[in-house]
């Protein structure tokens, strides 16, 4: 398999539960990262790991916890989120340092909070 | 403050026709700027880069343009199909290893 593959698709999720979302790259790249998209707004970057350090964190609140535990897995770790948490999450790959040609994104998790 | 403007947010024309999509953008100094294409429930897909060093891009029918004194972006798809019909989002890159920042992004409709 190829590209960047996000699990699951579609979560609902109540508001008390906990979930996580998983990315996985097979492009072997070695940076990743969580944006947010919701509807007219533009994406909003949430998480950016580079050499699986975490190297920002745009004043996201604490019920979204990442992980990254290799250049190749982040996981977005959800737990007692809001309605206005419902948007698509998407994540992304990209190489730092040496030729560039972009991000590639995930299809995203339509997350919905009831 | 920083901002990245997509200054249409639905263009609509005809087959055939040259989309013109404008990007514009204030308080960065950007290494890049890059287009990407989104399709309803899809993740956005990579089309050009841009350096800061570069004044155009081509890229079969698309091509872009980056005024650096403008601070402004043009992204041209010539010869416009319907399968052309998408989102596109232009996004810059400050460099140093900093992440993307996104606009909201234009739609494009082209009618047959």
């Known amino acids: 398999e190829t590209g960047v593959t996000q699990t699951p698709r579609h979560l609902v999720m109540g508001m008390t539960n906990k979930k996580s979302l998983k990315c996985e790259q097979h492009?072997?790249?070695?940076?990743m990262y969580w944006y947010k998209q919701s509807a007219k707004k533009p994406l909003e970057l949430m998480f950016v790991?580079?050499?699986?350090?975490?190297?920002e964190n745009n004043s996201v609140p604490s019920r979204f916890s990442p992980e990254c535990p290799n250049s190749s897995h982040l996981f977005l770790h959800l737990h007692t989120l809001q309605p206005e948490d419902s948007a698509l999450y998407l994540c992304?790959?990209?190489?730092?340092?040496?030729?560039?040609?972009?991000?590639?994104f995930g299809s995203g998790t339509r997350l919905t909070v009831v | 403050s920083q901002k990245i403007e997509q200054n249409s947010e639905a263009l609509n024309i005809q087959e055939g026709k040259t989309a013109t999509l404008t990007c514009n953008y204030t308080?960065?100094?950007?290494?890049?700027l890059q287009w990407y294409r989104q399709d309803p429930g899809r993740g956005p897909v990579f089309l050009l880069l841009?350096?800061?060093?570069?004044k155009e891009k081509r890229k079969e029918r698309l091509k872009v343009t980056f005024d650096t004194t403008l601070k402004q972006s043009l992204f041209h798809i010539t010869a416009s199909q319907p399968a052309d019909s998408a989102t596109y989002l232009c996004?810059?890159?400050?460099?140093?290893?900093?992440?993307?920042?996104f606009g909201k992004g234009t739609t494009l409709s082209v009618s047959s």
């Open positions: 841009i350096r800061e060093n570069e």
């Open positions: 308080n960065y100094s950007p290494a890049y």
């Open positions: 992304a790959s990209s190489q730092v340092g040496g030729e560039y040609y972009g991000y590639t």
């Open positions: 996004a810059l890159d400050r460099g140093a290893g900093t992440a993307l920042i």
């Open positions: 492009l072997g790249h070695n940076a």
């Open positions: 790991y580079s050499l699986e350090e975490r190297v």
